[in-house]
């Protein structure tokens, strides 16, 4: 195994896993090769999934994803590859802004030049605050098993 093929291994293990913002949005993270993940988004309070009518309602659930900038963040599509939105997740080892240093996923949301219609849909996925992984007693227990 190549040394790149493994360092990109490493940094998609550190995303596998249930995270969590402090306005209760969960995304559950799942591998599927070295380089790429399924991702699915669930609002708060009640976790549920996102509809998202910018491309026929389907939910925010088993999204593609892969790594980008070296392994540093997961890019997840939320519409199609080259179209529509992109929730970018920057991994932070003991991020600096979250109050007790946690080890964090900071996103940041992205979309094609020509798809301005979306700036309407940006709220579905708000707050853009970090996400922090959950505590091990609440993984799996709301949503993520209803939705696997």
Known sequence: MGVLQK????????????????????????KKTDRSASV??????????????????????????????????????LWEKGRGFSLHLTYEYTYELDKDRRDSLVPALSRHEEDAFLDQHYHLFQPLKHYTRRDVEQAGEAAGEQFR
């Open 7 to 30: 360092t990109m291994e490493d940094e998609i293990d550190k995303c596998i896993e249930e995270w969590e913002n402090e306005a209760g949005n969960l995304l559950v993270i799942e």
């Open 40 to 77: 699915s988004f669930f609002t708060s309070p009640k976790p549920v999934p996102v509809s998202r009518p910018y491309c026929g309602n389907p939910p925010s659930i088993h999204m593609d994803s892969y790594l980008r900038d070296f392994g540093a963040t997961l890019e997840v599509d």
